[in-house]
């Protein structure tokens, strides 16, 4: 049945929650057996599981699970967001590597470029949902291995071993007087038979055998099996229609198979990507809320974070690197404090990098040049923190496409972070040391657009991820990061989303 457009037809549900990342699957996942009738929308599909899934071609150069929109940059110019949507999101595709912010991280640190903001809630207040949030996504690592950790509970699960040349650059490491450290990984069951293979095609792609740490093996499937769960992929949520005051969101305008429908919900929570969450509220703009939902504050889309990455790799001509599983060792000696006193970031060892990614950076190059190249490699990731600024920031327009602007920021530290790991590299004897990076079009952590706060004037949610302005509408992705830290964001949005889960079922669902 096709309805008329202006006369979309009505459901009725409890609970509506839109996306099903890591925010909005996790979510799922903790109100699932509350009874309460929920409707999930996902604007994408199931990611099939079959060859192309593994295969670097497919994904690197056909782009094949990306999203196929484009947003515009800062100058209009359109370009393609490193993003995914289909069930699960973004988990379907990351790296597996789930940390915990550093306690340091939560309160308010000096940069060399500014300051990063405090978060309105502490490591404590969080520590017990990031316990919960390891057992959930099956986190392999040790307590005590990383000196900028806080002092913790152990692991869930023990750490991955290092492969054979991980484990001897680790000691070398460790004779250069650094602390290297067991990377947190979320992997179910590695190395065991039908579990995790330890394969070569983890970061970017999606695990063919559901053996990745993902919001939708371990979230969404799951979560299907409840009868009072229900789900519609090719969803896609366009408007959240508020009360004349604006203090409630009466339903959901979606999308899905060309027809629009409307669903009305009792409570209704954001996960669809702090870019997507923050277009969503501008896109919900009305008469009486012109400058779009929940949005008293203006911050409505500003202070976009997304990290300052540079991928880098060693290269020794005569040593061949037989490494399958690489992504296991961390750096954090320069994560508060490098040698000027300011924080520099995160050094992580990478997947394997496979030639034909290498030539999506310089097509000209043979294939066969690079796979000779990349066989002789061993492959990092700098990371480092970027600051909010209302500047960065996600706008719609008429036409209802993104706009993405975006400065990099906090760039003195990580060019410092990058300077200091190729000298750690060259002291390793790596000959030459390549880098690169996607700058200011790698939206792959992006994050901040609405940010958490006690203040209804200086943030959009409450500490408890409510929307200051509207009493049932809660966002539960990346949005809410006041900074980005320097780790990967995933573990603390699974964390809070647990958090949140656990309020709203203590307050809006309490029967
Ligand atoms: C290649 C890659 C590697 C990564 N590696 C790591 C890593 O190792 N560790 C780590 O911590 N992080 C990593 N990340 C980042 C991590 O994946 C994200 O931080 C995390 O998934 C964000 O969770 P989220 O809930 O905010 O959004 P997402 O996971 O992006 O989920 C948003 C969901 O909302 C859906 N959606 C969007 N708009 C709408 C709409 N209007 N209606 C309905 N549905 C909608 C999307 O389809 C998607 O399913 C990586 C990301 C990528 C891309
Ligand atoms: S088998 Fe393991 S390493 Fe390979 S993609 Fe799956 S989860 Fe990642």
Redesign the pocket.
């Known amino acids: 049945m096709t309805s008329l457009p202006g006369h979309p037809r009505a459901e009725r549900f409890d609970v509506v929650i839109?996306?099903?990342?890591?925010?909005?699957?996790?979510m799922l996942h903790a109100l699932a057996g509350t009874g309460a009738r929920i409707l999930v929308?996902?604007?994408?599909d199931f990611v099939p599981q079959e060859d192309a899934n593994w295969d670097p071609v497919a994904v690197w150069k056909q782009l094949r699970y990306r999203?196929t929109e484009e947003w515009l940059d800062r100058d209009s110019r359109p370009f393609l967001p490193?993003?995914?949507?289909?069930?699960?999101?973004?988990?379907?595709?990351?790296?597996?590597?789930?940390?915990r912010l550093r306690r340091e991280d939560f309160g308010a640190l000096q940069h060399a470029d500014g300051v990063s903001p405090a978060w309105p809630i502490d490591y404590d207040t969080l520590e017990p949902y990031y316990d919960a949030a390891e057992r959930l996504y099956h986190v392999h690592g040790l307590a005590g291995d990383d000196p900028t950790e806080a002092p913790r509970a152990p692991y869930p699960y023990p750490p991955v071993p290092h492969a054979p040349r991980m484990a001897a650059i680790v000691e070398e490491l460790r004779a250069l007087g650094l602390h290297p450290s067991a990377l947190p990984?979320?992997l179910i069951r590695p190395g065991e038979s039908g579990g995790c293979q330890l394969c070569n095609t983890c970061?970017?792609?999606p695990c063919r055998i559901h053996a990745k740490s993902d919001?939708d093996v371990l979230c969404v499937r799951p979560a299907l099996g409840q009868p009072n769960v229900t789900l519609w992929t090719g969803?896609?949520?366009?408007r959240l229609l508020a009360s004349p005051s604006g203090s409630r969101v009466d339903a959901v305008e979606?999308e899905r198979a060309g027809e629009r429908r409307r669903v009305e919900a009792g409570l209704v929570i954001v996960?669809?990507?702090?870019v997507?969450?923050a277009?969503?509220l501008l896109q919900s703009a009305d008469g009486a809320h012109a400058q779009g939902l929940a949005n008293s504050s203006g911050l409505v889309g500003r202070r976009y974070m997304a990290h300052l990455a540079t991928m880098m790799q060693g290269f020794h001509p005569f040593q061949k690197n037989d490494t399958v599983f690489q992504?296991t060792v961390a750096v954090n000696d320069f994560y508060l404090t490098g040698p000027e006193g300011y924080p520099l970031g995160q050094i992580q060892s990478q997947g394997r990098t496979h030639g034909v990614m290498a030539q999506t950076v310089v097509p000209a190059v043979p294939l066969w040049a690079y796979d000779a190249w990349v066989a002789r490699g061993v492959d990092w990731l700098a990371m480092s923190e970027d600051l909010p600024s209302e500047h960065n920031r996600v706008l719609v327009d008429a036409a209802g496409r993104i706009h993405l602007h975006y400065e990099p920021n906090n760039l003195r530290a990580h060019a410092r972070l990058v300077q200091e790991t190729k000298r750690i590299l060259k002291r390793l004897g790596f000959w030459v040391v390549m880098t690169h990076s996607h700058k200011s079009r790698n939206?792959?952590?992006?994050?901040g657009t609405l940010v958490f706060g006690t203040d209804s004037r200086t943030s959009v949610l409450d500490s408890f991820c409510r929307a200051h302005d509207v009493d049932n509408l809660f966002v539960?992705?990346?949005?809410f990061f006041p900074s980005s830290a320097a780790?990967?964001?995933?573990?603390?949005?699974?964390a809070q989303?647990l958090r949140v889960a656990e309020h709203i079922r203590a307050t809006h669902l309490k029967h």
């Open positions: 839109i996306g099903t990342g890591a925010g909005g699957g996790t929308l996902e604007r994408g999203a490193y993003t995914h949507y289909g069930v699960g999101g973004n988990s379907k595709f990351w790296g597996s590597v789930l940390y990984l979320g970061n970017s792609f919001a969803a896609r949520a366009d979606v996960s669809c990507g702090a997507n969450s277009a969503l992504k939206t792959t952590h992006q994050c539960v992705d990346a949005s780790v990967n964001p995933a573990l603390t949005i699974v989303a």
